[in-house]
């Protein structure tokens, strides 16, 4: 996809680049942010001016919106540096429908997609030195959007203010990870706002987060509220089991899950790949006799920031299954470097998932 907009952005650039700062060969996420930032503020029923600024702290009222109430929303976005030395964003067009879809179920503005793709085009070009270069490294973008009115009556904001962060990245998980499957807390249940990016629904995950890695696990397998007997997602991924030959994934049905644009990417190119995909509830009986049967090949987690991540091990009330060993894996290999010759431009793309920047 190419760029077309008639947007008008406002551009400050710092003084002194923080650049040679950068080391490529020592990314630690989230530590480094890139020199710029997007910002525009949104007043009176419509958005503002688009402004790339130093990246820099944001002043506001200890009474606003976002500190008491949580008005708070974000997505998770890569950018690729190419084969040829192109940058190209992964699929940023999925991102924004689905900032939107948090942005109403928070009571919160819709941001126009030109903003949302041409903010992130024009601030990745302002930054482009801070994209790494090698398999597996990226750019992570991170777009939110907060409520800003200075009142603290509870109610919704009517100024906000969306801003386009990024920071380097290297490789997430480096080994494959442990899941503990919950059944004592509750991530999300019909009506709440599992779909959505909002910020509540990580800080409630994080004490049992927490608690999990006391136990010596990485992350959560979450399961529905009303019986802990269905899968929903892990931390911040969907989750996938190969049983028998066919790839299977909690379906979307209840709005608990987040849509993932790692799951729709994965479940699309195992269908072209001739894999069987199911999308369907998953319940910890079912996986516990795949377990025992010798069914369950596989389990993993897609998303944006761990891309594809192992399971080694998951234990269910319980119950400890180790899987079999990675390397022998069919599906998930094959979908993680698939999804990689996409992003990094060794296969062409196709399917209109590229944005070239
Ligand atoms: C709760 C949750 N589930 C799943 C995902 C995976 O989504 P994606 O593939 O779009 O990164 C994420 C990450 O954004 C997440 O935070």
């Not at 999990?212 to 929903?232: C, M, N, P």
Request: charged fraction near 25%; hydrophobic fraction near 40%.
């Amino acid at each position: 996809m190419t760029s077309e907009t008639t947007l008008d952005f406002q551009v400050e650039k710092v003084a002194d680049s923080r650049l040679s700062e950068f080391d490529p060969a020592n990314i630690q996420f989230g530590k480094q942010y890139a020199d710029h930032m997007l910002v525009c503020e949104y007043d009176n029923g419509q958005w503002g001016t688009p402004r790339i600024v130093p990246f820099g702290d944001i002043a506001m009222s200890p009474a606003t919106t976002v500190l008491h109430y949580g008005q708070a929303i974000f997505e998770g976005i890569k950018a690729y540096r190419q084969e040829n030395g192109e940058i190209a964003i992964f699929r940023p067009d999925k991102n924004w429908e689905r900032f939107n879809r948090s942005a109403e179920r928070m009571a919160m503005p819709a941001i126009p997609q030109d903003l949302f793709i041409e903010g992130l085009r024009k601030l990745i070009k302002t930054d482009s030195g801070w994209v790494p270069e090698g398999e597996g490294t990226s750019l992570y973008l991170r777009p939110f959007m907060i409520g800003t009115d200075a009142f603290i009556g509870v109610k919704p904001a009517e100024k906000f203010s969306f801003i386009i962060i990024t920071s380097p990245a290297g490789p997430y998980y480096s080994k494959p990870v442990s899941i503990y499957v919950q059944d004592e807390y509750v991530r999300a249940f019909p009506g709440g706002t599992g779909f959505a990016k909002n910020a509540g629904n990580y800080g409630a995950c994080m004490a049992p987060t927490m608690k999990a890695r006391s136990l010596g696990y990485d992350q959560i397998l979450w399961t529905d509220g009303f019986e802990h007997k269905y899968v929903q997602e892990i931390g911040t991924m969907n989750v996938w089991f190969v049983i028998g030959d066919k790839a299977v994934t909690p379906s979307l049905d209840g709005g608990t899950i987040l849509e993932g644009v790692t799951r729709d990417s994965v479940a699309t190119l195992l269908r072209e790949h001739g894999i069987t995909v199911e999308e369907r509830p998953i319940t910890t009986d079912e996986l516990v006799e795949a377990f025992r049967n010798g069914e369950l090949k596989e389990a993993f987690g897609t998303g944006t920031a761990a891309s594809i991540a192992p399971i080694a091990e998951l234990t269910i009330h319980g119950e400890h299954m180790q899987l079999p060993p990675v390397e022998d894996w069919k599906v998930a290999n094959w979908v993680k470097q698939e999804m990689n010759n996409i992003r990094y431009g060794a296969t062409p793309d196709t399917r209109g998932w590229i944005f070239k920047v």
